[in-house]
């Protein structure tokens, strides 16, 4: 059991080594400012979405209504 215990802790220290040494700073201020600058034409789209779905359902009220 006391093998086992000290295996895992050795295996605890090594993955923790290797976090480490894999957290280098990345750089991400270009890919958040690209994403950022698309925030308009995506709302754009977005709302000619809705303005479609609002007035095929508006055409669809108006036409049962007067049937």
């Given at each position: 059991?006391?093998k086992t215990?000290?295996?895992?802790?050795?295996?605890?220290?090594?993955l923790?080594?290797a976090?480490?040494?894999?957290?280098?700073?990345?750089?991400?201020?270009?890919?958040?400012?690209?994403?950022?600058?698309q925030?308009?034409?995506?709302?754009?789209?977005g709302?000619a979405?809705?303005?479609?779905?609002?007035?095929?359902?508006?055409?669809?009220?108006?036409?049962?209504?007067?049937?």
């Amino acid at each position: 059991m006391q093998k086992t215990f000290i295996r895992s802790l050795v295996s605890v220290v090594a993955l923790a080594a290797a976090a480490g040494a894999n957290a280098a700073a990345v750089d991400v201020t270009a890919v958040t400012t690209d994403i950022a600058a698309q925030a308009a034409p995506i709302a754009a789209v977005g709302a000619a979405v809705l303005v479609l779905y609002v007035g095929v359902k508006a055409f669809k009220w108006v036409r049962a209504a007067l049937s």
